[in-house]
């Protein structure tokens, strides 16, 4: 038996990466697990997947920025498994790299719908079910920015910041009522999210040593989704508040050294980091 045996998790962006990671860790810890994601056929996929060694797996498509949506999914997994005792607000996008009046109005939008509506909607309809059973692990993503403010990534860095202070501030809110609110910042984890990026005309020159930054730091997301089981067990219990952090100076270090001593080639850059690069928005003046 896994130390989730007998939980149901949800997790919102779970049909790849770092989402289907913790949903992978969460299935061989023995919870049934609920994935969802914008594209009914990649939640088809990763179910499959989790299902393929035996595991308790169920999903369906969602936009995290329609509650209505959210509110579904979470009929969806009582009506699969019967109840829900860990939520993950996973979901998440990055949006181009560049200066703020370079994106486009939309481009900006569609971070904050993602991230800041969607975790939102999330946490709203996950603690309904909690604090009606008194218990539940509700988990929101912490990222870049959380701590200060990120330059070039306004848009992700300012919403990460917001998603502390909105889980911190519902751990205030939930306090002593059965229910652990809970913020996760899993590092920087080797995903789409970091090997695939839109870069704003203009910004390319600071992004130059950016691929060796994720040849130093970026981990598989096996790796924070080992602390993702801790986080959602009773290991947890009673933590209501916690801001746990995937980051140490050690793996700093040691990425460091790493990335110094390996044989170098050519256009390995390129291979680590895949840029495109985008027009500005049109009234972009800067």
């Given amino acids: 038996m896994g130390i989730l045996t007998g939980k149901v998790a949800v997790v919102t962006g779970g049909s790849r990466g770092l989402g289907l990671g913790i949903a992978r860790a969460y299935a061989a810890e023995g919870a049934a697990v609920v994935v969802a994601s914008r594209s009914q056929k990649s939640v088809d996929e990763a179910v499959k997947q989790?299902?393929?060694?035996?595991?308790?797996a169920a999903g369906m498509a969602v936009d995290v920025a329609d509650l209505?949506?959210?509110?579904?999914?979470?009929r969806h997994a009582v009506e699969q498994f019967g109840r829900i005792?860990?939520?993950?607000?996973?979901a998440g996008t990055a949006g181009p790299y560049g200066p703020t009046l370079g994106f486009t109005p939309e481009a900006f939008y569609q971070v904050v719908q993602t991230n800041i509506t969607g975790t939102y909607n999330g946490s709203r309809t996950a603690l309904h079910y909690f604090l009606k059973q008194k218990s539940g692990k509700l988990i929101n993503m912490l990222?870049?920015?959380?701590?200060k403010p990120l330059p070039y990534q306004n848009a992700y860095g300012s919403s990460k910041m917001w998603i502390q202070a909105f889980t911190l501030a519902l751990a205030?809110?939930?306090?002593?009522?059965?229910v652990d609110v809970l913020a996760f910042n899993p590092g920087m984890v080797l995903t789409e999210l970091l090997t695939d990026v839109e870069v704003i005309q203009g910004s390319e020159e600071r992004l130059k040593i950016f691929p060796r930054i994720v040849r130093i730091l970026a981990k598989p997301p096996e790796n924070p989704a080992a602390r993702a089981v801790w986080l959602a067990s009773s290991a947890?219990?009673?933590?209501?508040?916690?801001?746990?952090?995937?980051?140490?100076?050690?793996?700093f270090f040691t990425g460091a050294v790493r990335e110094w001593l390996r044989p170098?080639?050519?256009?390995?850059?390129?291979?680590?980091?895949?840029?495109?690069?985008?027009?500005?928005?049109?009234?972009?003046?800067?």
């Fill in 264 to 286: 170098k080639k050519a256009g390995e850059d390129a291979e680590t980091v895949k840029m495109r690069v985008i027009p500005p928005a049109d009234d972009y003046t800067l």
């Fill in 143 to 147: 990222g870049a920015g959380h701590e």
């Fill in 50 to 56: 989790l299902q393929a060694p035996g595991a308790k």
């Fill in 85 to 90: 005792d860990i939520w993950v607000n996973n």
């Fill in 172 to 178: 205030g809110e939930c306090k002593g009522q059965g």
């Fill in 68 to 74: 209505a949506q959210v509110q579904a999914l979470a």
């Fill in 236 to 251: 947890s219990d009673g933590k209501n508040g916690m801001l746990l952090s995937n980051y140490s100076p050690l793996l």
